[in-house]
Nanobody, 116 residues
Framework: VQLVESGGGLVQPGGSLRLSCAAS????????MSWFRQAPGKGLEWVSD????????YYADSMKGRFTISRDNAKNTLYLQMSSLKPEDTALYYC??????????WGQGTQVTVSS
């Protein structure tokens, strides 16, 4: 089982990035997917969820209107489109796969740095 995040990098405040999470080794389309992040010196913070079919999405209040989660089950890939980025969005971003009755899977993370 593997979850591999990509797309992070350095971006100026107000800029945009799209993160990807490529999944393999499990039935991606049957899993609820999530994005989390961890800023330097802080705990893990939930960012967004999407259900297995992609029809329902959920966001932390501070991300609403700026971040969009999506998935392509044919490509086994999860996405997070981030816009209007702020310095406080600087963090290591992780994707996670969750399904009731099964263990969770986590990726290794991709770094997002928002700075001028």
């Amino acid at each position: 089982v593997q979850l591999v995040e990509s797309g992070g990098g350095l971006v100026q405040p107000g800029g945009s990035l799209r993160l990807s999470c490529a999944a393999s080794g499990f039935t991606f389309s049957s899993y609820y997917m999530s994005w989390f992040r961890q800023a330097p010196g802080k705990g893990l913070e939930w960012v967004s969820d999407i259900n297995s079919g992609g029809g329902s999405t959920y966001y932390a209040d501070s991300m609403k209107g700026r971040f969009t989660i999506s998935r392509d089950n044919a490509k086994n890939t999860l996405y997070l489109q981030m816009s209007s980025l702020k310095p406080e969005d600087t963090a290591l971003y992780y994707c996670a796969a969750r399904k009731v009755g099964y263990r969770d899977y986590w990726g290794q993370g991709t770094q997002v740095t928002v700075s001028s």
